[in-house]
């Protein structure tokens, strides 16, 4: 286990544990549907961009998830073979991949997206269920260090460079 100065754990360690227990549990809550916690995770948000109006790119729907791209494009065609959704070139663009649900796909997700939120309903419950004050506290909280940019090349200090 990671721990700070005073013993206790990192805030680092506590977010790669709390992401590990999530998606474990998603994994297996939506195991039953034949899916996996990343397919689920583009299945519902390809759901909720469909819902909007929208039939997005893979590459669109890379950037929405946070996935690679390439990871995306695998996702996509191992759902494709199990029927859960159509991949169609742009018409208005020959090198770009759009998605669409199929039927069935539309109606695994909407039975993966009840599964996932009692899920989330139920690990909520320490902080007063979905609807309350300290989860919206927590998910500003959660929203503000996602939105801020880490620069991979910039963790060294000043001693780690070398000499010149």
Known sequence: MSS???GGPTPGYLVWRLSTKWRVAVDRAVAPLELTHAQYSLVASLHGMQRTGERP???RLADH???EPLYVSK??????AA????RARDPRDPRAV???LTEQGRATTERAIEVVQRLLDQLLQPLDGL???RTQQFTSELTALLDTPLDPSNVHGDSDKEQS
């Not at 996702?75 to 494709?80: G, I, Y």
């Not at 029927?83 to 159509?86: C, M, N, S, V």
């Open 57 to 59: 790119s893979q590459r």
């Open 131 to 133: 609807g309350s004050p």
């Open 83 to 86: 029927g859960l959704l159509e």
């Open 75 to 80: 996702l996509a065609r191992s759902l494709e």
């Open 98 to 100: 759009q998605l669409t």
């Open 65 to 67: 998830t946070g996935l």
């Open 4 to 6: 700070n100065a005073a």
